[in-house]
């Protein structure tokens, strides 16, 4: 049974990390800001893991489309 996971990934370009979110059939569903340290990178992905466990699993979803 495949499931979703966060890949940390550094370019090769200019050496930054950011994570991408992965959907459980290996499609990215997201990817983050650029970060210069890995360390840093990881903060940002428990930064939005943490928003996710502090509503229950529920995010509060604003749908600003709504005129």
Known sequence: M???????????????????VIAANGEP??????YTTKAKCKQGINAVIGAFNGHG?????VDTTIS
């Open 2 to 20: 495949k499931t979703s996971k966060i890949e940390i990934r550094k370019s090769k370009r200019n050496g930054q990390f950011r994570f991408v």
């Open 29 to 34: 569903l997201a990817t983050s800001e650029s």
């Open 57 to 61: 699993g529920d995010p509060n979803i």
